[in-house]
């Protein structure tokens, strides 16, 4: 048993709250002495948000190496430097102080000179960043998540503040800002030197939006500056990403040419809107989408390009945020024309109970169980019903919330998974039991 896992159990919980951010803190800073401060010797871009911090990521990643930087890169997804990036394989986002710094020192040993960093609302609570020099904070948006850890939205937010706090400290601190989301101005308070972006609002915007299923092109504009923007990830929410990845640019002194060029040169994401071609005659779409807000982005979008059925996949993980679940039900429900509902992360928690309440906000939606609402306990089976369902080459199957990760918690244990691969095994032997 560990020392952390003891103490939690011999403290009060209340009292644990307190001090646990206390003792994370301490040995971050600690720990980051212990590397010879690793992230001092690069410049730190460092992303948070409920949504879209990955894909931003990856943009940002994308765009300063085809300016020719060395850049590291830490997301949910993958971690490592240049192209050598290797898949992240715990389902943790900003890992424990220890791992960080050992993977920072990794880095700044390669020769990064770049650092972007994809920031949690937890790391940020327990202050697990102690040592990391904030340069540039971004802000995707912030919505209804991870409140079985922070006990209010107000907390919450708090947290995901503080990313713009610390940059504010830094000499050379600027913000990035989504002026779209409700909360802007909490975060423009914490960032005096800050740049604003939105499809609706704010100093950079979108204009003369042309979406396709495959890409976007639009024009990106503040002040008397424009940019012609390809972008190869599909989606309203990624046209926001892209714009957040330009402002980065712009304010840390990229040409025009060298953000257009970066931004298009992104071609994918894995278990980002990521599609499956195994032969099949429906669409699939493979993506990480977990909280509300995802879903109606994601799905609303996916509901405007889709001629036949939508067919929607998901389940919510245990040791969660119990309250998103029917949630997330009544927003599938509302696009979705059918629903399979199954396992993800479920861990020590009765996965039937996670699956009554996403039933029961889907049937606020109008859904029927059997009907066009099915629950299968087993994620591979359910698969299986889910492509089943489609037949038109109008219809799409989306699958939600596992993306790009290749383990699935359950109450015995860890087991591998991929996602990708299990729609591909399922769609050769529908197509076997055809022939």
């Not at 206390?22 to 409920?50: C, D, F, K, Q």
Request: hydrophobic share 40%; glycine share 8%.
């Amino acid at each position: 048993m560990s020392i952390r896992t003891l103490v939690k159990r011999l403290v009060p919980r209340r009292l644990f709250r307190i001090i646990e951010p206390i003792g994370h803190g301490i040995e971050a800073t600690l720990i980051s002495w212990r590397y010879g401060r690793p992230a001092g010797h690069m410049r730190v871009i460092a992303i948070t948000g409920t949504n879209g911090k990955t894909t931003t990521a990856y943009m940002i990643h994308r765009m300063l190496r085809e300016a020719g930087y060395d850049v590291a890169l830490m997301t949910t997804v993958a971690y490592g430097v240049n192209d050598d990036i290797k898949p992240q394989i715990a389902h943790m986002t900003t890992v424990s102080a220890p791992q960080l710094n050992k993977r920072l020192a990794e880095f700044r040993n390669a020769g990064a000179t770049w650092l972007v960093l994809e920031v949690t609302s937890h790391a940020l609570a327990q202050h697990r960043i102690n040592g990391v020099p904030i340069e540039v904070a971004v802000l995707t948006n912030i919505t209804h998540e991870h409140l079985d850890y922070h006990g209010t939205f107000a907390r919450y937010l708090a947290a995901k503040r503080r990313l713009f706090e610390l940059a504010a400290r830094h000499p050379h601190g600027h913000g990035i800002i989504n002026a779209d989301d409700p909360n802007a101005d909490a975060f423009v308070a914490a960032a005096p030197s800050h740049t604003s972006y939105g499809l609706e609002k704010g100093a950079l915007r979108a204009y003369d939006i042309d979406a396709a299923a495959d890409k976007s092109n639009y024009t990106a504009r503040i002040g008397d500056e424009t940019y012609h923007i390809t972008c190869h990830i599909p989606g309203q929410f990624n046209i926001a990403n892209s714009l957040a990845a330009i402002a980065v640019g712009r304010h840390i002194g990229l040409s025009r040419t060298q953000i257009e060029q970066g931004i298009a040169a992104l071609d994918h994401v894995e278990g980002r809107m990521s599609t499956v071609d195994a032969g099949q005659a429906f669409a699939v779409v493979i993506d990480f989408a977990h909280t509300p807000d995802s879903f109606e982005r994601l799905l609303s979008d996916l509901r405007a390009s889709t001629d036949g059925k939508l067919i929607a996949l998901f389940g919510s993980a245990g040791r969660r945020d119990e309250a998103k679940r029917s949630a997330q039900g009544e927003i599938a429900g509302k696009y979705c024309d059918e629903l399979v509902l199954t396992e993800e992360d479920d861990r020590d928690i009765d996965g039937q109970l996670i699956l009554d309440q996403i039933a029961s906000g889907a049937e606020q939606s109008g859904k029927l169980r059997d009907r066009d609402m099915f629950i299968v306990p087993d994620r591979t089976e359910a698969i299986r019903v889910a492509l089943s369902r489609a037949s038109s080459p109008d219809d799409c199957v989306v699958l939600l919330g596992k993306g790009h990760e290749k383990t699935i918690e359950r109450a015995d244990g860890v087991y591998p998974w991929d996602e990708a691969s299990e729609v591909r095994a399922a769609i050769k032997a529908q197509l076997a039991r055809r022939t």
